[in-house]
């Protein structure tokens, strides 16, 4: 069957407009990270004064990137070169804007900063809090419900991140009650098709053999470290435990992009954490890990300014081999769809259609790009919010593309 065309691409995302979502994103979050990152590590001399030409440079001149860093050239966006960040589109904004915050800050090195990641002192902090503490408390009580209550819980709890923590779920999810809290924040909710598929219970047609020989491939995209990666990674470890898949492969950036998204090192911290804590996820998730049956993997890809329609052969086929991909947070739903002004009530289905296999995103809306409204949900949410509802964080959603 032939894939269903793609739609006519929409105006991609801008910063020029001081009234907007991503001019206040590189006017006043990207200056106040810079300040953040040169209080948390006592970075020398060099280290500091180049945080503060950035700081200048991104605020008040133009794009120069470095003629040493090929990174520039593998994604094409030394064209950007000379123009202001806020012409630039958005996506291409933000990822150059750290790739120079990491070569300020000495992380490409040489150098005794050479590989460390300025952004992991928040990342650890999130995991020492007693919301955290509070996530691990539930899963005890959690573990003694129904199966199904207990995947559905740690679905929205994925889902939500740090927004809401297990306990809030379970607290509020009653037996046989088919709605999860926060549900009815949620702008698009595939919930029941995106369990049917966690569990098998519902195969697309023409999957792979393997899926029909039970051998079951889990593809999951990492949003952000921390105490968001601890529901992503105690989701894995239900669907792995209860049979649902054979394996789970996590991808993870090959090094710090955005400010809290998850890298290896960061997901080796959150395992350890769960094994401290003694907790019986952190054991099966460490086994899991020398067995083979999770996988972490990294691709340049990932840190690379552009959708996913553009990906390589090789994601391609990763991604292909899997009997379900779940693209988790807001930046992987960008690249998902295309980082675009899209007519809310484009089809999900559609703007994704080049994916090759099922794909599901859960996602905290915190920008402007949204896709799979229906007319009455978005003029619902007109009429309450105006436009604040995309970049809040306040609602959510989960999409699904067989």
Known sequence: MPDTPAPTPAPVIRSDDPASFPHSVLAERHPALIRKVRDATPYGPEQRRALDELLRNGTESVLDPPADDDWWDTWNVRR???RSWYSLPFLAAESCFYRQLLRAVGYFGPGPFQGVDPFRPFKLAELDTPEAAAELTALGPLSERPLPEQLRALLHGSLWGNRADLGFRLQTTGAGDSDTAGSSQLV???????LSLLTGRSLPTGAPTAASAGDRTL????????????????????????????????????????????????????????VTAKTDAGTRLHTALTEGRLTLRTHPFSCAPLPY??????LRADFASADLTVMKGDLNYRRLVGDRLWPPTTPFTEVTSYF???????????????TGLTPRTESALVTAEGQTWRTSGTRALIQVKV
Do not use: Q
């Not at 698009?188 to 995106?194: H, I, K, Q, W, Y």
């Not at 209860?242 to 955005?258: E, I």
């Not at 329609?309 to 090789?314: E, G, L, Q, V």
């Open 80 to 82: 950007y070169t000379g």
């Open 188 to 194: 698009a909710d595939d919930t029941e098709s995106l």
């Open 219 to 274: 593809c999951l995209v990492a949003d952000n470290a921390g105490r968001e990666l601890i529901p992503d990674l105690l989701l894995v470890d239900h669907l792995l435990t209860h049979g649902h898949f054979d394996r789970a492969v996590l991808h993870l950036k090959p090094y710090p992009y955005f400010v809290s998204d998850a890298t290896t090192a960061d997901t080796l911290d959150a395992v350890h954490h769960l």
């Open 309 to 314: 329609a553009d990906m390589p052969a090789d």
């Open 356 to 370: 090759p296999g099922p794909v599901a995103a859960l996602r905290t809306l915190k920008s402007d790009v949204i």
